[in-house]
Nanobody
Framework: VQLVESGGGLVQAGGSLRLSCAAS????????MGWFRQAPGKEREFVGV????????YYAHSVKGRFTISRDNAKNTVYLQMNSLKPEDTAVYYC?????????????????WGQGTQVTVSS
């Protein structure tokens, strides 16, 4: 599975962005899809995940209520809608695919990663 993120950019605080992650391969629908982010000098951290069917989503506390993950299995694409953005949301955002189950906040659970897309939120 190859993953390619898009949609990053520069936005003012309070604004919105929608990231997309396009996946290759016919087995996309069998993977849980997660989003992570990494700010300069910090560890890569979990943002959220959507299960393979799209029936369940889980979010980090820091983004809950502001970010929404969805997926379209017919288009092999997962989305991250980010609203009410804050300067502390500035990071490179990565999507990742997991064929397993368990604690989706753990990076090691994911089999494939995209290259990342930069999101910068100005104050």
């Amino acid at each position: 599975v190859q993953l390619v993120e898009s949609g990053g950019g520069l936005v003012q605080a309070g604004g919105s962005l929608r990231l997309s992650c396009a996946a290759s391969g016919r087995t996309f629908s069998s993977y849980a899809m997660g989003w992570f982010r990494q700010a300069p000098g910090k560890e890569r951290e979990f943002v959220g995940v959507v299960t393979w069917s799209g029936g369940r989503t889980y979010y980090a506390h820091s983004v809950k209520g502001r970010f929404t993950i969805s997926r379209d299995n017919a288009k092999n694409t997962v989305y991250l809608q980010m609203n009410s953005l804050k300067p502390e949301d500035t990071a490179v955002y990565y999507c990742a695919a997991s064929s397993g189950g368990g604690d989706y906040s753990i990076k090691g659970l994911y089999d494939y990663w995209g290259q990342g897309t930069q999101v910068t939120v100005s104050s």
